[in-house]
Nanobody, 124 residues
Framework: QVQLVESGGGLVQPGDSLRLSCTVSGFTTDYYAIGWFRQAPGKEREGVSCLDNGDGKTYYTDSVKGRFTISKDSAKNTVYLLMNDLKSEDTAVYYC?????????????????WGQGTQVTVST
């Protein structure tokens, strides 16, 4: 059974850090693109970061470049999103997703699998 389970969200203050985890079961992430998306209240879902395990490339949306880092632990079949210097505009539900085609852009074909999401709230 394929499952993507996100964890690590929470309530933090501006400037703090969080590390989100996406633990995958049912397939190995080695041949998939694993992406992080987020959706804030009243806004469209947006792509945040992606690790394309096919070629090792990483992708970030402009608003998080220099602050967020995506990485993986193949032994744990887990992909992480380290978020530093968090801002109030980072508040959203964060989802991870997997795509067997590799990264084809944030507006490409639908991703194959999705997790249930984890809430990140940045507030004083």
């Amino acid at each position: 059974q394929v499952q993507l389970v996100e964890s690590g969200g929470g309530l933090v203050q501006p400037g703090d850090s969080l590390r989100l985890s996406c633990t995958v079961s049912g397939f190995t992430t080695d041949y998939y693109a694993i992406g992080w998306f987020r959706q804030a209240p009243g806004k469209e879902r947006e792509g945040v970061s992606c690790l394309d395990n096919g070629d090792g490339k990483t992708y970030y949306t402009d608003s998080v470049k220099g602050r967020f880092t995506i990485s993986k632990d193949s032994a744990k079949n887990t992909v992480y999103l380290l978020m530093n210097d968090l801002k109030s505009e980072d508040t959203a539900v964060y989802y991870c997703a997997a795509d067997s085609l590799g990264f084809t852009g944030w507006d490409g074909p639908p991703w194959d699998y999705w997790g249930q999401g984890t809430q990140v709230t940045v507030s004083t």
